[in-house]
Nanobody
Framework: QVQLVESGGGLVQAGGSLRLSCAAS?????????????MGWFRQAPGKEREFVAA????????TYADSVKGRFTISRDNAKNTVYLQMNSLKPEDTAVYYC??????????????????WGQGTRVTVSS
């Protein structure tokens, strides 16, 4: 079983920055570990559905972003530390949400749908004040 633990959330003013971290441990039923898993970040604002933010491939390191965060957020991973990061710059009030990291053990290409991910963290809250 893969466990994911997010950290780094908090309260920040509009225009500010935060860096979220997600530490992974364990392995999947098929024996895969963090370095062999595609990783994603999602967020869920009050009263809204969970939405895709960013993802990174385990194989190529390629990344993809939601249009709403492109140019402001950067996803990265450190396989030696079993950690994936989300650097968030130029934050806006509409970025306020609970942010979740997730792991996909089934695919070689990165996905942007909630259903594609098999393991989820408990979330970390980000609040951006205007």
């Amino acid at each position: 079983q893969v466990q994911l633990v997010e950290s780094g959330g908090g309260l920040v003013q509009a225009g500010g920055s935060l860096r979220l971290s997600c530490a992974a441990s364990g392995r999947t039923a098929s024996g895969r570990t963090f370095s062999n898993l595609n990783m994603g970040w999602f967020r869920q604002a009050p009263g809204k559905e969970r939405e895709f933010v960013a993802a990174i491939s385990w194989r190529s390191g390629s990344t993809t972003y939601a249009d709403s965060v492109k140019g402001r957020f950067t996803i990265s991973r450190d396989n030696a530390k079993n950690t994936v990061y989300l650097q968030m710059n130029s934050l806006k009030p509409e970025d306020t949400a609970v942010y979740y990291c997730a792991a996909d053990e089934r695919r070689t290409v990165i996905a942007s749908t909630v259903s594609a991910y098999d393991y989820w963290g408990q979330g970390t809250r980000v609040t951006v004040s205007s």
